[in-house]
């Protein structure tokens, strides 16, 4: 069995992780570690960049929870107000195409960003949350995005899963179990790395149907 990381492991793998994260500038990022518990603080330049440190930070074995302390302090003067933000923010969903943006509906209030209504799946709804990070002038979002689907009984979403992972990552998930009930899917069994763990995901997100993904995989060098 593999022995747990220490604290100052966890910190060094962190502080590893953002500075190979190409959307991260980690030399902003202080990074603290207590009992699997990660802190992030420091100032960095936009909402997308705020995310992936924390999703930096997510990726490293041994870490339990993150809070993330980042401050934004978004770069020169004449910041956009949330009229403007507002239409940059629809321009850049229109722009999408992978989005159904006229089922996605936003309200913005002091730069935060709220997500309404309605797209095909998982993989939409993370997809418009990445699109909306990356507007300059976002402080903060709420994803209350819903994932609408047609009625499929578990064993019709089961075999879409296994379709979509025999075509994306059937080498991946040679030894995952997948277990649906109603919308949600769990996993469970080995896998070897972080980047299995996400091709595996990904596709998950992109079957029609599959709302909630709860992942128990567990990784084995």
Do not use: F, Y
């Amino acid at each position: 069995m593999q022995a747990h990381k220490s604290d100052n492991q966890i910190q060094r793998d962190v502080l590893e992780e953002l500075r190979v994260d190409p959307r991260v500038v980690e030399t902003e990022v202080g990074v603290t570690v207590a009992h699997g518990v990660v802190t992030l603080t420091g100032t960095l330049s936009s909402w997308s960049m705020k995310m992936a440190a924390q999703e930096a930070a997510h990726r490293v074995e041994g870490v339990l929870d993150v809070a993330n302390d980042l401050e934004l302090q978004l770069p020169g003067l004449g910041a956009p107000n949330d009229t403007e933000l507002a239409e940059h923010v629809r321009r850049a969903l229109m722009e999408d195409l992978e989005l159904p943006a006229r089922r996605i509906h936003t309200t913005i209030s002091r730069g935060m960003v709220t997500l309404a209504g309605e797209v095909d799946s998982a993989g939409q709804r993370d997809e418009a949350a990445r699109t909306v990070r990356r507007v300059r002038g976002v402080t903060g979002m709420s994803n209350r995005l819903k994932v609408s689907a047609p009625e499929l009984g578990a064993e019709e979403i089961q075999t879409a899963i296994a379709s979509a992972l025999q075509r994306q990552a059937q080498r991946e998930a040679e030894h995952v179990q997948i277990k649906v009930r109603d919308r949600s899917v769990t996993l469970t069994g080995t896998i070897h790395s972080w980047s299995e763990r996400r091709a595996i995901i990904g596709t998950l997100r992109g079957v029609r149907g599959v709302d909630v993904i709860i992942d128990e995989l567990h990784i084995v060098s």
